[in-house]
Each structure stands twice: as structure tokens, then as C-alpha cells.
């Protein structure tokens, strides 16, 4: 079991930034990919961004590409994620998810094993 718990979210305005953290506690983490999702009210919860186990590899959503950047301590057992150029779009709950033995399919909430609780993301304009 990995326990995952979200934090950094809040308000801020178009244009702004914000740092998201995920700490994870329980089985080995440096072992699992790490995902960022988010789901607006009345969406679907779509991917935002993903890490390998190293943090050698990097993906991201279209929509957030140029503007966010995914990072990983595994000394640190933490996930982070760095928005900036906020735009009303993002406003979102944000989650992290934690997979094991994810390659090409990161884009796939069901690959993923383990989920925090979010945190809300709101960007006013």
C-alpha cells in the first residue's frame, strides 16, 4: 500500500503560479511512476502530467505542456508539480497517483494503483 496526500493547492489569479506536493508514505516509492490528474466540476478527470520511477522521463498533457513541470524526490518520497501561466482552464481538483510497471499507457487513470485525496486548484481571471 502507498498512502499519497496532496497539498499546495489554493487560489490565485490568471497568470499566477502554484507548487503542488505529494507525499507518499507506506510501500517503496522510488519504485512507482507518478501522475498528476485533474477533473473539473461536470469533466472527466484527465492526465496531466507523469514521471518515471528515476525521474529520467517526463510526460505531459498538451493542454499544460511549456507551462508545468513534473518532478520527483525519492529521498524525499515526494511528487511535486509546478504550474505556472495559470489560466482559468486549470481550475480543477488536482490528484496524484502512483502506478507500478507503467511504460506507454500513463495517460490511463486505471493504471494507476494508488490516488491521494486532491487538492483544489482555482485560477480567477
Known amino acids: 500500500q502507498v498512502q499519497l496526500v496532496e497539498s499546495g493547492g489554493g487560489l490565485v489569479q490568471a497568470g499566477g503560479s502554484l507548487s503542488l506536493s505529494c507525499a507518499a508514505s507506506?510501500?517503496?516509492?522510488?519504485?512507482?511512476?507518478m501522475g498528476w490528474f485533474r477533473q473539473a466540476p461536470g469533466k472527466e478527470r484527465e492526465f496531466v502530467a507523469f514521471?518515471?520511477?528515476?525521474?529520467?522521463?517526463?510526460y505531459y498533457a498538451d493542454s499544460v505542456k511549456g507551462r508545468f513541470t513534473i518532478s520527483r524526490d525519492n529521498a524525499k518520497n515526494a511528487v511535486y508539480l509546478q504550474m505556472n501561466s495559470l489560466k482559468p482552464e486549470d481550475t480543477a481538483v488536482y490528484y496524484c497517483a502512483a502506478g507500478f510497471g507503467i511504460k506507454n499507457d500513463y495517460r490511463l487513470s486505471y493504471q494507476y494503483q494508488f490516488w491521494g485525496q486532491g487538492t483544489q486548484v482555482t485560477v480567477s481571471s
Open positions: 514521471i518515471n520511477w528515476s525521474g529520467s522521463s517526463t
Open positions: 507506506g510501500h517503496t516509492f522510488s519504485v512507482y511512476g
